[in-house]
T-cell receptor, first 113, second 111 residues
Framework: GENVEQHPSTLSVQEGDSAVIKCTYS??????FPWYKQELGKRPQLIID?????GEKKDQRIAVTLNKTAKHFSLHITETQPEDSAVYFC????????????FGTGTKLQVIP | DGGITQSPKYLFRKEGQNVTLSCEQN?????MYWYRQDPGQGLRLIYY???????QKGDIAEGYSVSREKKESFPLTVTSAQKNPTAFYLC??????????FGPGTRLTVT
């Protein structure tokens, strides 16, 4: 089955700096890669996703890049703000019908004011 | 925060008792999922259902059971066979090939 590895497990950045979280996956059939943000005590919520026919996608301060050959994808947050502090999860699945999603182990991001 | 609900938010049980966690959605999604979240271990899939009256085991199904009698409902029973049931449980639903919408979660403590 699919295996998703996520690094780093914790990340501290100064406010205004950029943050990068990296994930690798094992199943070359995976073609849907969402990123979820989970604030303390709350539910995970989708912040951005990318499908395998696209190499990069951007939404304001957040961007995701995908390298299918190397089987890795990354989340980039620019101009970080204290409200970006949360746990971020990457995930991978095959988007044929109802997918079984495999999640990474999460990255706890702390933005220091 | 409408769409998918879980109850209760906190649940306390004695060891050896079965307990059922509720999950309801009004998003008209066919697929529903149960995840367990432990510190540092991300989200692990317990069971998922793609359609009413059908469900499949996830990665950590031992000690759990589910039912899917209605499209809107996907209750999870944590049985006494689950050796370490204390955890945060998240339910989710989705359309085909789309993001998962999560419920607010139930924190189960078994003593």
């Amino acid at each position: 089955g699919e295996n998703v590895e996520q690094h780093p497990s914790t990340l501290s950045v100064q406010e205004g700096d950029s943050a990068v979280i990296k994930c690798t996956y094992s199943d070359s059939a995976s073609n849907y890669f969402p990123w979820y943000k989970q604030e303390l005590g709350k539910r995970p919520q989708l912040i951005i996703d990318i499908r395998s026919n696209v190499g990069e996608k951007k939404d304001q301060r957040i961007a995701v890049t995908l390298n299918k050959t190397a089987k890795h994808f990354s989340l980039h947050i620019t101009e970080t703000q204290p409200e970006d502090s949360a746990v971020y999860f990457c995930a991978a699945s095959f988007s044929g019908g109802y997918q079984k999603v495999t999640f990474g182990t999460g990255t706890k991001l702390q933005v220091i004011p | 925060d409408g769409g998918i609900t879980q109850s209760p938010k906190y649940l306390f049980r004695k060891e050896g008792q079965n307990v059922t966690l509720s999950c309801e959605q009004n998003l008209n999604h066919d697929a529903m999922y149960w995840y367990r979240q432990d510190p540092g271990q991300g989200l692990r899939l317990i069971y998922y259902s793609q359609i009413v009256n059908d469900f499949q085991k996830g990665d950590i199904a031992e000690g759990y059971s589910v039912s899917r009698e209605k499209k809107e409902s996907f209750p999870l029973t944590v049985t006494s066979a689950q050796k370490n049931p204390t955890a945060f449980y998240l339910c989710a639903s989705s359309r085909p090939s789309d993001e998962q919408y999560f419920g607010p979660g139930t924190r189960l403590t078994v003593t």
